[in-house]
């Protein structure tokens, strides 16, 4: 699992803006949470997990997905805000790591995702069992209609 963090002033409300995510309501503390940067047709550009860290300023998104990967896509959607986008690293979760037949068994009864093969661009949120992403209340965003 990959990590970047998003830090500076604007960086909430820019978050906010282009994700599925309601940054406005997740701070240091809270529970992470699943969301995505959709493409205009609503198709999955980036898959993560967002946690506040702890100033308001600072988000930390873990994602399978490679840094420079990632960084392309929000920096289409990133003009002059105040913020900056770093790439950091996780402590590697055991647990999160397939290790044999039983634990992909298990993904796959659990309705888990696996990336790259089914969460990628090609497919919506709802197609592979994201709506928990899918924050419906917080707006409008990038690929929400």
């Known amino acids: 699992m990959n990590a970047l963090l998003v830090e500076g002033l ?3 409300d820019f978050l906010h803006r282009i994700t599925s995510v309601n940054f406005l309501n997740l701070h240091a ?3 992470p949470v699943e969301g995505c940067l959709l493409s205009a047709q609503g198709r999955i550009l980036v898959y993560f997990i967002a ?17 420079k990967e990632v960084f392309a896509h929000f920096d289409k959607f990133h003009f002059g805000e105040k913020l900056k986008i770093t790439e950091t690293t996780l402590p590697e979760d055991p647990a999160s790591v397939p290790k044999s037949a039983k634990s992909e068994f298990e993904r796959i009864q659990a309705l888990r995702p696996a ?18 992403a899918l924050h419906t209340g917080k707006g409008c965003y990038p690929g929400q209609e």
């Open 29 to 31: 503390g809270d529970a």
């Open 115 to 132: 990336y790259p093969a089914e969460i990628n661009e090609t497919v919506m949120p709802l197609e592979v069992g994201l709506a928990h």
């Open 10 to 12: 604007d960086a909430r």
């Open 51 to 67: 946690s506040a860290l702890g100033t308001e300023a600072v988000f930390r998104l873990a994602t399978p997905q490679s840094f």
